[in-house]
T-cell receptor, first 109, second 117 residues
Framework: GQNIDQPTEMTATEGAIVQINCTYQ??????LFWYQQHAGEAPTFLSY??LDGLEEKGRFSSFLSRSKGYSYLLLKELQMKDSASYLC??????????WGAGTKLIIKP | GAVVSQHPSRVICKSGTSVKIECRSL??????MFWYRQFPKKSLMLMAT?????????EQGVEKDKFLINHASLTLSTLTVTSAHPEDSSFYIC?????????????FGPGTRLTVT
């Protein structure tokens, strides 16, 4: 079957760094998206990884290891507005995104 | 660029009535549109995938006669919840891609919160 595993909730301090891990099992693999979703709003795109390694985009970086079925999202210099859910969504062999429940990130002052 | 709108943003309807939700890609042609529903603190659940000009492909367990999807043009898809019941109350979100058959980024609409009384 297809499965996504992310921590349900994480807490971090404003200005700090946090890493959100994601392990996945899919039938086939065509890359992985990370989305951010604020409460009551639709998801917004953060990153896309298809090759192994780290993709850096400003304060956010995303890492992928295809052999391990593992990805992480790294958020630096945390701001209060980063409080949101972060969704890891791998893409299966049918190019369908597989969604997990996401990780709720709480930022404290 | 790549803006997707949804209308209405919130709707309250009585049990037994039908509700139509519109999803529009404002600045690109959406080859494929997706309809999701999401319950509080739960993951997005894909309901159906639609390509312009063809019938929607529904996910297992989604009643096609209850959730009518029409993708009439490259910029518009509609979801009609027919004979709505309180258990249909949910957050409905559409997304669109400019391509098909590939890992294209999905651009999401702002969502529609449906409450059935």
């Amino acid at each position: 079957g297809q499965n996504i595993d992310q921590p349900t909730e994480m807490t971090a301090t404003e200005g700090a760094i946090v890493q959100i891990n994601c392990t996945y099992q899919t039938s086939g693999f065509n890359g992985l998206f990370w989305y951010q979703q604020h409460a009551g709003e639709a998801p917004t795109f953060l990153s896309y990884n298809v090759l192994d390694g780290l993709e850096e985009k400003g304060r956010f970086s995303s890492f992928l290891s295809r052999s391990k079925g593992y990805s992480y999202l790294l958020l630096k210099e945390l701001q209060m507005k980063d409080s949101a859910s972060y969704l890891c969504a791998p893409i299966d062999s049918n190019y369908q995104l597989i969604w997990g429940a996401g990780t709720k990130l709480i930022i404290k002052p | 660029g790549a803006v997707v709108s949804q209308h209405p943003s919130r709707v309250i309807c009585k049990s037994g009535t039908s509700v139509k939700i519109e999803c529009r890609s404002l600045d690109f042609q959406a080859t494929t549109m997706f309809w999701y529903r999401q319950f509080p603190k739960k993951s997005l659940m894909l309901m159906a995938t639609s390509n312009e000009g063809s019938k929607a492909t529904y996910e297992q367990g989604v009643e096609k006669d209850k959730f009518l999807i029409n993708h009439a043009s490259l910029t518009l898809s509609t979801l009609t919840v027919t004979s709505a019941h309180p258990e249909d109350s949910s957050f409905y979100i559409c997304s669109a891609t400019a391509g098909a058959g590939g890992p294209y980024e999905q651009y999401f609409g702002p969502g529609t919160r449906l409450t059935v009384t």
